[in-house]
């Protein structure tokens, strides 16, 4: 049963420590999205690769985060310094691309790292 | 614009009935996609059932079928014979392409509770 794995599941850190999410795709999947859901704003997504491209990161605040794609296997999101408002859960969902059209017909997530900064 | 709707915070179903989750959407994509999540209280997010701007039958999937009424612009979700574990949240979502490449919109989400 393939899924998308997340590490870690629960993050406790003071405000301006350095956060590392990792997420591993489900093998194959060529798109990967990372997002942020919190109560006030719902689902919001920061990053979306493609072929380990980044293709849109314009939902992310540029000073303090980044997203990566090392390698097809592991895909990161980093926050340098934290802050409290950044408390949230964060998913990664990875999906196919197929089509000449290129779209998305499946989109599944993982668990999701809920990160608490205090 | 690129928009989705779910107007019902929450809804009660008692077991074994169907219940029909609303979700409206509003693009200028001709080619979009509609999908729905299960988010139990455990936080996990579902991926329940999908349909295509161009597909011709309505998707099902088990229990869920999308009542996809495209003139509407409405995707909604039937869930037939309630269980008790079908209480969570549910979210309808939308991928359009934007600039070549694929975006989701994502409702507020309907909050679902199964009475036995």
């Known amino acids: 049963d393939a899924r998308v794995t997340q590490t870690p599941r629960h993050k406790v850190t003071e405000m301006g420590q350095e956060v590392t999410m990792r997420c591993q795709p489900i093998l194959g999947h060529n798109t990967v999205f990372w997002y942020r859901q919190t109560m006030m704003q719902g689902l919001e997504l920061l990053a979306y690769?493609?072929?380990?491209?980044?293709?849109?990161d314009s939902g992310m605040p540029k000073d303090r985060f980044s997203a990566e794609m090392p390698d097809a296997t592991l895909a990161t999101l980093k926050i340098q310094p934290s802050e409290p408002r950044d408390s949230a859960v964060y998913f990664c969902?990875?999906?196919?691309?197929?089509?000449?059209?290129?779209?998305?017909?499946?989109?599944?997530f993982g668990p999701g790292t809920r990160l608490t900064v205090t | 614009a690129q928009k989705i709707t779910q107007t019902q915070p929450g809804m009660f179903v008692q077991e074994k009935e169907a219940v029909t989750l609303d979700c409206t959407y509003d693009?200028?994509?001709?080619?979009?996609?509609l999908f729905w999540y299960k988010q139990p209280s455990s936080g996990e997010m579902i991926f329940l059932i999908y349909q295509g701007s161009y597909d011709q039958q309505n998707a099902t999937e088990g229990r869920y079928s999308l009542n996809f009424q495209k003139a509407r612009k409405s995707a909604n979700l039937v869930i037939s014979a309630s269980q008790l574990g079908d209480s969570a949240m549910y979210f309808c979502a939308m991928r359009v392409k934007e600039y070549n490449f694929n975006k989701f919109y994502f409702g507020s989400g309907t909050k679902l509770n199964v009475k036995p």
């Open positions: 969902a990875s999906g196919l691309v197929r089509g000449a059209e290129g779209a998305l017909y499946e989109q599944y």
């Open positions: 693009t200028s994509d001709p080619s979009y996609g």
């Open positions: 690769f493609r072929n380990r491209a980044p293709l849109d």
